[in-house]
């Protein structure tokens, strides 16, 4: 079938693509346009500015949603241009040059070799200006919105509002069609960011992979996120066994694995155990001398004693909690 076009809004389009099921942007203002993302290799890229050409003859400049591969791996074939990015260059270059290997290695695994080859012949090209924050790019009669979004999808996301077309490019924050991708995500932040994105109530939301869907959907998948942040809690603090969680994550087992897998690495530690049981009285003298029958906890009622701060405790693989 190939690539193709849909127009979400006035001269706001999205080209959907085979590969990886890919939502790549475009929105056009009276004097130039934003590219949103440039696709999976140089050749990828060189097809989707050939199909950019055919749309608008204005001059482009582009927005990274963050720097997973198939997000800007295609810029070289754009040229010379402003490219806007959360994480700086050295960043983009260093974490691109390892996924070219990984995924050039994959590819090759499914026996896709001109595939595995497109990915390592294409020259990265990294942001040249940063975005703190959120900034407003004139684009001519027409202005959108790029916006840092903190911890979610990665530690670099970037969105890009078109307000007044109600049209929220949100990457990968929200996937339409298969499973948010947890391999690099804050599990516990990413719910409340997009809530956050949303709250502006976009009509359209298009997502990094899957067909551009309503702000209603949007609001469902945040939903099932906050599902997956209250399993991965209830497993760090040894109420769910991991199995059970996975079972029951809203996006199936595999990517409840890993969001968990992700949560221990990045949460703090779950809080401590319940305090234990009070010793048992074994010096009658000291429990006659104690009004509460237990003199460590009646010595100094206004200074408590605590007692749990010196038990340490590990997490065992199947979620249990375990003191040391
Ligand atoms: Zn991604």
């Not at 603090?237 to 969001?259: D, I, K, N, S």
């Amino acid at each position: 079938m190939g690539d193709r076009w849909v127009e979400v809004a006035d001269r706001v389009w999205v080209r959907r693509c085979e590969e990886l099921d890919l939502s790549l942007g475009l929105v056009a203002g009276d004097d130039c346009c934003l590219v949103i993302d440039t696709g999976v290799s140089a050749d990828h890229g060189f097809a989707f500015a050939t199909a950019v050409r055919e749309l608008t003859p204005l001059p482009w400049q582009i927005a990274y949603t963050h720097d997973h591969f198939d997000h800007w791996f295609g810029t070289a074939a754009f040229g010379e241009s402003a490219i806007w990015a959360v994480a700086d260059g050295a960043r983009f270059i260093a974490t691109g040059d390892e996924q070219r290997k990984r995924w050039a290695a994959k590819y090759r695994l499914d026996r896709r070799e001109e595939d595995a080859r497109a990915i390592g012949r294409s020259r990265l090209v990294p942001p040249n200006c940063r975005v703190s924050g959120a900034i407003g790019l004139d684009l001519g009669g027409r202005t959108v919105v790029l916006r840092q979004v903190g911890l979610a999808h990665s530690d670099n996301d970037m969105v890009v509002e078109v307000p007044d077309a109600g049209v929220l490019f949100a990457g990968d924050l929200v996937e339409n069609g298969a499973p948010p991708s947890y391999g690099d995500a804050f599990p516990y932040h990413w719910p409340q960011a997009v809530e956050y994105l949303l709250s502006w109530r976009p009509q359209t939301v298009v997502p990094g992979h899957g067909e551009a869907a309503d702000y209603w959907w949007a609001r469902g998948q945040v939903r099932e996120m906050a599902e997956v942040a209250r399993l991965c809690g209830e497993v760090a603090q040894g109420l769910v066994p991991v199995e059970e969680a996975a079972e029951h994550g809203p996006f199936g087992p595999e990517t409840m694995r890993t969001a968990i897998e992700r949560s221990r690495l990045l949460a703090p530690p779950p809080p401590p155990p319940p305090l234990p049981e009070p010793p048992a009285q074994s010096d009658p003298e000291a429990a006659r001398q104690s009004p509460m029958g237990n003199p460590a906890f009646d010595a100094a009622p206004w200074a408590p004693v605590c007692i749990y701060d010196a038990i340490d405790y590990v997490i065992g693989p199947d979620g249990s909690i375990e003191a040391e």
